[in-house]
């Protein structure tokens, strides 16, 4: 009561011998990855308590690990952000800050965290050394998938990473002296390749900021740059009238195309990856052999610029763009004109097919895009 006589002891902590009524402990960092930090403060390594442990964790960047099965009741609050709990590939529960859950032993399940987080980790009987091994063995960075995650190519040099979702800046990637013209991610998703007007294209990893390849040998600004579908190829298109073929392995150019009369706007692989299709301003598009760089067509048809060359998904037709207000759609084989797709009145910069190779939306310059039938193509 207020009137008590009671006066509480002054704590003391353990490291003065006088009293042993408060011990404190240090905490010890138990895992230690770039985006994920776990320190423990109670428990077999921070306290020798085989008890209970007590871990704090913070999350930086979108992380997850794999899948593994309590032996143990685990009990988790969550100061900030969110911690996703997958209890199967298609089934998870989201805990907010301000929220906690229990995991139940002998139930499958895997941690995720879309950003930034903080949480705390209960566990009786403590965790052991090995339980922290595996956190640190398992957890590793990650992108969000699908339309999640955006990569943007600026004029200020440099090459943004959004996660769309959580509208959040993963990362910038600093390196080009010019601007930065395209930007396009390897279909692992692991790297993404940039082209730039000071003449270089770059490889960069996704699970960090490094650049991992620079290729230069162009002598004019590099307009676009892509992966073949396995990732073991670039292509570039430059102003210098080439494109060229780059081994992501070495990143060593193998194979200069050249034969176009002006400069060129872009460079396409095939599905396949043994052809490539180029468009330019001298009114064309080409085919190429990746395996040997020979011209095997030119796509002669379109009265001016030609900003566009892609082919269908499976490889027979290949679609252009032009600033003649057409798009058009070739014959692979032959180089025939199947189809010649008029209705802008304004350049077209893009054609692209559909999955299925079926339909061809056409970018105009300033006006909407237009779904155009090719079926036939």
């Given at each position: 009561g207020a009137h008590s006589s009671f006066t509480s002891p002054v704590p003391v902590c353990s490291r003065h011998p006088i009293s042993a009524m408060v011990r404190v402990h240090t905490g010890v960092a138990v895992v230690e990855q770039e985006t994920l930090t776990v320190t423990e403060y109670i428990g077999n390594?921070?306290?020798?308590n085989s008890n209970v442990s007590v871990t704090v964790?913070?999350?930086?960047?979108?992380?997850?690990?794999?899948?593994?099965?309590?032996?143990?009741?685990?009990?988790?609050?969550?100061?900030?952000?969110?911690?996703?709990?997958?209890?199967?590939?298609?089934?998870?529960?989201?805990?907010?800050g301000g929220e906690s859950?229990?995991?139940?032993?002998?139930?499958?399940v895997k941690w995720s965290w879309p950003g930034q987080c903080e949480y705390v980790h209960v566990r009786s009987p403590a965790v052991s050394a090995d339980y922290h091994r595996r956190e640190n063995e398992a957890a590793e960075e990650v992108l969000p998938g699908g339309d999640k995650i955006i990569a943007t190519a600026s004029s200020d040099n440099t090459v943004k990473i959004w996660d769309s979702l959580n509208n959040t800046l993963l990362r910038t990637l600093e390196g080009h002296t010019n601007q930065v013209m395209s930007v396009a991610f390897s279909q692992h998703g692991k790297t993404l390749v940039t082209a730039s007007t000071d003449r270089t294209a770059k490889v960069w990893s996704t699970e960090g900021s490094d650049c991992l390849q620079t290729l230069t040998g162009h002598t004019g600004p590099v307009y676009t740059a892509s992966f073949s579908h396995d990732s073991?190829?670039?292509?570039?298109?430059?102003?210098?009238?080439t494109a060229k073929l780059?081994?992501?392995?070495?990143?060593?150019?193998?194979?200069?195309?050249?034969?176009?009369?002006?400069?060129?706007?872009?460079a396409d692989f095939s599905a396949a990856g043994d052809m490539v299709a180029t468009a330019s301003d001298d009114c064309t598009a080409r085919l190429w052999e990746v395996r040997g760089g020979a011209c095997t067509m030119v796509l002669r048809g379109?009265?001016?610029?030609?900003?566009?060359?892609?082919?269908a998904p499976n490889g027979k037709t290949v679609a252009t763009a032009s600033a003649d207000c057409t798009a058009r759609i070739w014959q692979v084989d032959d180089g025939s004109c199947l189809l010649t797709l008029k209705g802008h009145t304004a350049w077209?910069?893009?054609?692209?097919?559909?999955?299925?190779?079926h339909r061809l939306p056409a970018a105009p310059r300033g006006h909407?895009?237009?779904?155009?039938?090719?079926?036939?193509?």
């Open positions: 390594l921070a306290s020798s964790a913070k999350v930086v960047a979108p992380t997850e690990e794999q899948f593994y099965t309590p032996k143990f009741d685990e009990h988790v609050i969550v100061l900030s952000g969110e911690v996703f709990i997958h209890t199967s590939e298609n089934q998870k529960v989201t805990v907010k859950c229990t995991l139940v032993a002998g139930e499958k073991a190829m670039v292509v570039t298109a430059s102003h210098d009238r780059w081994s992501t392995a070495t990143g060593e150019c193998v194979n200069t195309l050249a034969g176009h009369e002006r400069q060129l706007h872009m379109h009265s001016e610029t030609v900003y566009s060359a892609s082919f077209v910069r893009s054609a692209k097919f559909d999955p299925e190779g909407n895009a237009k779904n155009l039938e090719g079926r036939n193509g």
